[in-house]
């Protein structure tokens, strides 16, 4: 069953869901993976802290959302 990711789950959940998350993030500039709020914050929060836009957030998670989609299928 794949774990769907939504934009209102902690980053630590998301860490947890998808493997490759720090790869995903990266070229967004978003290095939420190694932060210590990453526990308490959601993506959507940290993102929105770092000026981020509802589409952009939306963009982040469908990305998020496809390859643990491919990452499921492949295991």
């Given at each position: ?8 789950d902690l980053i ?12 995903i993030l990266l ?49």
């Amino acid at each position: 069953m794949i774990k769907k990711i939504l934009k209102t789950d902690l980053i630590k959940d998301i860490l947890e869901k998808n493997s490759n998350t720090p790869e995903i993030l990266l070229p967004y500039g978003l290095h939420c993976f190694g932060c210590a709020i990453n526990i308490y914050e959601s993506l959507e929060a940290g993102a929105k802290a770092h000026g981020f836009s509802d589409e952009m957030i939306d963009e982040i998670v469908a990305k998020l959302n496809e390859d643990t989609a491919k990452n499921e299928s492949s295991a």
